[in-house]
């Protein structure tokens, strides 16, 4: 909260008068997030989707939230359909579809707290997001070329073969990894406790030996050399002892995998794509894939069902019959399916992902 006689932050800054009763109430809404316990992170995409919205609008002499109509909102979004960014190319239907959640969201709260009677955006459709698979994921032999990459005879060294040993061990998010603490160790467990990952949410996650040694062999080597007094337990620390950006750790861990010229490109969640994929193929279930990632519907997990490759070709390649000798035919037994494990795990992924198709809006 601000201080006495502090001023508090405006929605826009420098305010014209038009924008004054949608700026009010932009304010009051993304107070009102907080409150709910929302994260900043969420509120300030809101507010950034808000503010867009706003401008189109009072270039439109559309200054108050009881003059927009359903027309009025998809005119906005066919705006942002024809929209082209600075390099030519349009939005991307996922973009279009996260400007548009939050105007939506707004003018439902606009009509529960009776500042409308009526909401505009109720009925409004929202465009088809794309669902689109990760670019590129590492094989477990260019993983480990790309984790050899540092001088681990150097402290900077030594600390960033920690980071890619801990993101490919469990496929942790560039911010949780950033956020770790000290006690978030338990390397007797062989655990790490992340504390208010995505959603503000807690998880307890496994990590491998392997990578626990590398943690281990920085901190008793490296670290000491980074930390700032007073020290405040961060795991992973800059040149100069302080908490990562994530910018920051994108760059160190893009310079790697640039470096070891494997035809791919990718940072960060390049090694939690490689993780979930990796360890699918490797025959663990997708529900203890979810718990690892912390995704909240298994949905979003299922996408790295179908980049996991290896085990659909060896299901092809076992049961199409354009694949099999005549000889193979005859010696080989057929197993129903019924029998097939495996086979009834890969039916049961089809049918989920004919059932996402179905039920995406």
């Given at each position: 909260m601000p201080k006495k006689g502090q001023r508090k932050e405006k929605f826009f800054a420098g305010d014209a008068s038009d924008a004054a009763g949608f700026a009010a109430l932009a304010t009051a809404y993304l107070d009102a997030l907080r409150v709910l316990n929302y994260s900043e992170k969420t509120v300030e995409s809101r507010a950034h989707?808000?503010?867009e919205f706003i401008k189109w609008a009072i270039d439109r002499s559309l200054s108050r939230p009881a003059e927009i109509t359903k027309p009025i909102l998809e005119r906005y979004q066919r705006?942002?359909?024809?929209?082209?960014?600075?390099?030519?190319?349009?939005?991307?239907?996922?973009s279009q579809h996260?400007?548009?959640v939050p105007v939506r969201a707004f003018f439902k709260w606009l009509c529960r707290h009776n500042h409308l009677l009526a909401n505009p955006a109720a009925d409004l459709e929202l465009p088809r997001a794309e669902k689109r698979l990760p670019r590129h994921v590492l094989t477990a032999s260019e993983a480990e070329r790309?984790?050899?990459?540092?001088?681990?005879a150097e402290p900077l060294g030594l600390r960033d073969r920690a980071i890619l040993e801990t993101l490919y061990s469990t496929g942790l998010r560039r911010m949780e990894l950033a956020h770790l603490k000290l006690y978030d160790l338990d390397q007797e467990r062989g655990?790490?406790?992340?504390?208010?990952?995505?959603?503000?949410?807690?998880?307890?996650?496994?990590?491998?030996?392997?990578a626990f040694g590398w943690?281990?062999?920085?901190?008793?080597?490296?670290?000491a050399s980074l930390a700032l007094t007073p020290d405040d337990g961060l795991?992973?620390?800059?040149?100069?002892?302080l908490v990562f950006e994530p910018n920051r750790l994108t760059q160190i861990v893009r310079s790697y995998v640039d470096a070891a010229e494997i035809g791919k490109t990718g940072s960060c969640h390049l090694f939690?794509?490689?993780?979930?994929?990796?360890m699918l193929e490797g025959g663990a279930d997708i529900r203890f894939i979810q718990q690892l990632l912390g995704h909240e519907k298994l949905e979003t997990t299922q996408i790295y069902a179908q980049v996991s490759i290896r085990m659909l070709k060896e299901v092809h390649t076992r049961t199409h019959p354009a694949r099999l000798t005549p000889e193979a035919k005859r010696t080989e037994p057929t197993t129903p399916v019924a029998d097939n494990p495996e086979l009834v795990a890969e039916l049961a992924e089809e049918e989920a992902e004919l059932a996402e198709e179905d039920e995406a809006p």
């Open positions: 989707h808000l503010r705006h942002l359909y024809h929209y082209r960014k600075k390099n030519g190319e349009p939005l991307s239907f996922r996260g400007c548009l790309v984790i050899a990459l540092p001088d681990v655990t790490v406790f992340i504390r208010q990952g995505k959603g503000k949410k807690d998880r307890m996650i496994p990590m491998g030996a392997r943690v281990r062999r920085y901190l008793d080597e490296a670290r795991v992973f620390l800059t040149n100069v002892g939690r794509h490689t993780c979930a994929t990796l």
